[in-house]
């Protein structure tokens, strides 16, 4: 999976429809981190094998 | 006074060699001449301190301690709340916060008998910093106070390290008492998830927030658990179950203990200095020479680990802190600000996929610990960088070795191996079983008492 590198329009968009009203200072400031978090979600998105399915933190026959 | 550990004001006190009076003042009167170097505290709560240590001088006169930390000076990471006694998170929003009821583990602490010395530096809400933008500077290492802390418990791990308490609370939600402990040189226990209540603490992340005390010593952490753990319905993640006596194991040594090293953490993953890792070759030499099994294992990338924590961590107090974030933006400090509003990059598949791989990665931790005692990695990198150099995002930048325990809420201590080429403290992480303290507590103690390390102290406090 390939995750594109974030700029500061698509960052500044992000933010406000998220309810942030940043000048383009502020959101120049986020920017360098915002790239190092795009790879550690890119990570977070990598294929997961079977037992990883949250559906089984539910045991429908248990009722819990 | 010299500098004691509390294990042995503990003996001291109940021998009545120890007046928990003198104590206190001494402390105090350390941390007027001290503390302007290296702003530990924020708060000093010198009549309460002197109201505690005249309470337990009584207990003492009249034979009715109450155990072992009764009469012991101790300090609070500013996040713990106390009931009457400013909280602030070390932040602008709180700087005038007065909550009405203590932190469940403080009122325990303060039930123990502990003397209660103040409110101590922390990096922002338990994350932002280093930051010089808040209505505080931060704390200081007292080996070098050009140098970092770490945080978030940087004020107790300053504090401590200088001698001002013998010992404190810390929080840790991705190495938060892990890092300041291998920083300041001291020890520092996170804790099994749910063994140590959260209630009272302001929360930086709900399911990745541990309580647990630091000291100068394992044994002294061991101490501070034991007044500190025990179930709480109020918190949700707290556990209903007969808490272990922590110093059960001491003393008996290493010898048959199973341990396994995640060399690659430290090793390839993100590499730590020559210091740190000669300093974990040498725990480890000591290990098997008093006849404990070690073997390297191999678990997933320390990046994958740091990632799934990361993603959760800042989306977790993005929950928590969206409202002031988009209202009164600029109250915050930079650094704290900045990362966490990178939660509004999250999408909610991202967060189930997050979610979905920490399953795996505790899965794949407690097949890798069921023929293990403990697990071995790095603390931190190396010695402490000067505080000025630290970067803004060096969180992000490498993986954490700290935050693989947080992730599985598995028990892990931080403990000194010696010093690096600067003369800063270097350090050793030893993982445990969930529950198994008291095996940590051990084999921390066993290396501890072994070696020199915990006869010197930073030079400031000559």
């Known amino acids: 999976m390939s995750t594109p590198e974030i700029d500061k329009d698509e960052l500044g968009r992000i933010l406000e429809r998220s309810g942030h009203q940043l000048t383009p200072a502020q959101i120049e400031a986020i920017l360098p981190g915002a790239a190092i978090f795009r790879r550690m979600v890119e990570r977070v998105n990598a294929p997961l094998p079977r037992e990883a399915e949250p559906a089984l933190i539910f045991d429908v026959e248990q009722g819990r | 006074m010299s500098i004691l550990t509390i294990a042995e004001a503990a003996s001291q006190i109940a021998a009545r060699k120890l007046s928990p009076v003198e104590l206190a003042e001494a402390q105090l009167e350390r941390i007027r001449r001290l503390d302007p170097a290296i702003d530990s505290f924020l708060l000093v709560t010198e009549e309460r301190a002197l109201a505690d240590a005249r309470a337990a001088e009584a207990r003492q006169m009249a034979g009715t301690l109450r155990g072992k930390l009764d009469g012991i000076p101790i300090a609070h990471k500013d996040i713990y709340g106390t009931a009457g006694i400013r909280t602030t998170a070390h932040s602008k929003l709180l700087e005038h916060n007065v909550p009405t009821r203590d932190a469940h583990t403080v009122k ?41 802390t770490a945080g978030s418990s940087s004020g107790t791990g300053a504090a401590i390290a200088a001698g001002l308490i013998l010992g404190g609370t810390g929080s840790d939600t991705g190495g938060s008492i892990r890092g300041p402990a291998a920083l300041c040189g001291i020890a520092g226990i996170k804790p099994t998830y749910g063994l140590s209540s959260r209630t009272g603490i302001l929360p930086l992340a709900f399911t990745l927030d541990h309580a647990g005390p630091m000291a100068w010593t394992a044994e002294d952490c061991a101490l501070l658990l034991q007044g500190m753990a025990g179930h709480d319905p109020e918190d949700p993640a707290s556990v209903d179950r007969p808490v272990a006596d922590f110093t059960a194991e001491l003393g008996k040594g290493v010898k048959g203990l199973r341990i396994g090293v995640v060399r690659h953490f430290y090793e390839t993953d993100h590499r730590a200095s020559d210091a740190t890792r000669a300093g974990i070759e040498g725990a480890l030499d000591f290990f098997r020479r008093e006849g404990a099994e070690v073997r390297d294992i191999t678990l997933s990338p320390a990046a994958d680990y740091h990632a799934v924590g990361y993603l959760l961590m800042v989306t977790e107090a993005y929950t928590l802190h969206a409202p002031w974030l988009r209202e009164r933006f600029t109250d915050y400090g930079e650094l704290f600000r900045d990362r966490v509003a990178l939660a509004a990059t999250v999408s909610g598949p991202d967060i189930v996929q997050a979610m979905r791989r920490r399953r795996v990665l505790c899965l794949e931790m407690t097949a890798a610990m069921e023929n293990l005692d403990i697990l071995v990695s790095a603390s931190q990198a190396g010695e402490a960088p000067r505080i000025a150099d630290v970067p803004k995002w060096a969180n992000m930048e490498k993986p954490s070795f700290t935050m693989p325990f947080n992730v599985t809420g598995f028990p892990a201590i931080s403990i000194c191996t010696g010093y690096g080429e600067g003369g800063l403290p270097v350090a050793v992480q030893l993982a445990g079983k969930p529950f198994g303290e008291p095996t940590l507590f051990r084999a921390a103690h066993a290396y501890e008492a072994a070696m020199p390390w915990r006869k010197r102290r930073p030079s400031m406090c000559d």
Do not use: I, Q, Y
Not at chain 2, 109 to 117: F, I, R
Not at chain 2, 127 to 133: A, N, R, T, V
């Open chain 2, 108 to 148: 325990k602490w303060a039930d123990a008998g502990t003397v209660m010395l103040g409110k101590l530096a922390t990096h922002e809400f338990a994350f932002g910093g280093p930051s010089f933008d808040l209505p505080w500077p931060p704390a200081r290492n007292p080996w070098n106070r050009e140098h970092f």
